[in-house]
């Protein structure tokens, strides 16, 4: 997968990382889902329908995604604290890798027509 990140930081598994490390999305080459949710003003707009759509999205694949909402909501808080970014598009990536639940999450390009 194609490291799209465009800040400094990223959440992977829950851990506070640099979006430089591209390792990370080398690793990602089988089934995955992901969603693109619009941070205005610190706050993921219309979060719960974008969660809601992801978890269909993972039961249709047969993925579990293992994180609370309340836990992901927080992930988003700490990328826009951490990178000093309080408007951007925040993409939330979930797959498995050996077995074992991958999580990420960390901001993209914003396109605008």
Same mark, same amino acid.
């Given at each position: 997968?194609?490291?799209? +990140?465009? =800040?400094?930081?990223l959440?992977?598994n829950?851990? &506070? @990382?640099?979006? =430089?490390? !591209?390792?990370?999305?080398?690793?990602? !080459?089988?089934?995955?889902?992901?969603? $693109?949710?619009? $941070? +205005?003003?610190?706050v993921? *707009?219309?979060?719960?329908?974008?969660? +809601? @759509?992801?978890?269909? =999205?993972?039961?249709? *694949? @047969?993925?579990? &995604? !293992?994180?609370?909402?309340?836990?992901? @909501?927080?992930?988003?808080?700490?990328?826009?604290?951490?990178?000093?970014?309080?408007?951007? !598009?925040?993409?939330? $990536?979930?797959?498995?890798?050996?077995?074992?639940? &991958?999580? &990420?999450?960390?901001?993209?390009? =914003?396109?605008?027509?």
């Open positions: 997968m194609k490291n799209d +990140a465009v =800040s400094e930081f959440i992977h829950d851990r &506070l @990382r640099p979006a =430089s490390e !591209n390792g990370i999305f080398d690793a990602i !080459n089988g089934q995955s889902i992901y969603e $693109v949710i619009k $941070v +205005a003003a610190g993921p *707009l219309f979060f719960e329908h974008h969660m +809601a @759509r992801m978890r269909h =999205s993972a039961h249709l *694949l @047969r993925l579990d &995604l !293992n994180q609370p909402d309340g836990r992901i @909501r927080g992930h988003i808080a700490s990328l826009v604290q951490e990178n000093r970014c309080p408007e951007a !598009n925040v993409k939330l $990536v979930w797959t498995l890798m050996d077995g074992q639940p &991958l999580f &990420l999450a960390y901001f993209i390009e =914003s396109e605008r027509p």
